[in-house]
């Protein structure tokens, strides 16, 4: 049973240009959800989809940043016109059906580096 | 919405010692509280969790308490070695699967 799979792993975009990053959850996981961590730091909340749907995306700039689980294919997370500050580590997860909080899992991690 | 406060920010024990981690949550419908180790360079790896309707539970050299009054919960590693040097995180769980992170510990075993 395949783990979380993140592609690219690591992506490097010049400012103002669109970055895209693909998680496919493992199998039999309905729930993907977006982190992302800059150096140093602790995994922010970005993002919580199912498939089709958003159900949170509080954690998500207004501005700039999309995300989607279409029925079909992975997850992307949609960065358009990148800047310095976009710069981080995004980790993709992904967990089972419910609702009484499960586990999840995480990708390896996309390096998104800005220059 | 949830909010996850995690003490202390670094941590270093000589090996053999024990250490301990310490979250605090802000939600009472929180009912999932997992911990999660990750090292230099890697994704974090779930290491051990706990649910509300327990108290405590134990893995090996590690081991989770949770008192839901307080809205707290912690780790503990005993006879900690060097190869536990990472930093955790722990994490609070709420309706249908939304999750919040501690800001993570690091951890320094000195052999």
């Known amino acids: 049973n395949a783990g979380v799979m993140q592609n690219p792993r690591h992506l490097v975009r010049r400012r103002g240009q669109e970055a895209r990053l693909r998680c496919s959850p493992m199998?039999?996981?309905?729930?993907v959800y977006w982190y992302r961590q800059l150096p140093e730091e602790g995994l922010k909340f970005m993002v919580y989809?199912?498939?089709?749907?958003?159900?949170?995306e509080s954690g998500m700039p207004k501005e700039r940043f999309s995300a989607e689980f279409p029925k079909e294919g992975p997850s992307i997370l949609r960065i358009q016109q990148v800047v310095r500050g976009d710069s981080a580590a995004y980790f993709c997860?992904?967990?089972?059906?419910?609702?009484?909080?499960?586990?999840?899992?995480f990708g390896p991690g996309t390096r998104l580096t800005v220059t | 919405g949830e909010n996850v406060e995690q003490h202390p920010s670094t941590l270093s024990v000589q090996e053999g010692d024990s250490a301990v981690i310490k979250c605090t949550y802000s939600?009472?419908?929180?009912?999932?509280f997992p911990w999660y180790k990750q090292e230099l360079g890697k994704r974090p790896q779930l290491i051990i969790d706990?649910?509300?309707?327990?108290g405590e539970k134990k893995d090996q050299r590690i081991a989770v308490t949770l008192n839901k009054t307080a809205k707290h919960f912690s780790l503990h590693i005993t006879e900690t070695q060097p190869e536990d040097s990472a930093v955790y995180f722990c994490?609070?769980?709420?309706?249908?699967?939304?999750?919040?992170f501690g800001a993570g510990t690091r951890l320094t075993v000195k052999p």
């Open positions: 989809l199912q498939k089709e749907n958003i159900i949170d």
């Open positions: 997860a992904s967990s089972r059906s419910g609702t009484d909080g499960g586990e999840q899992y």
């Open positions: 706990i649910r509300s309707n327990v």
């Open positions: 994490a609070a769980s709420w309706r249908n699967n939304d999750m919040r």
């Open positions: 939600d009472s419908a929180s009912n999932y």
């Open positions: 199998k039999g996981h309905s729930h």
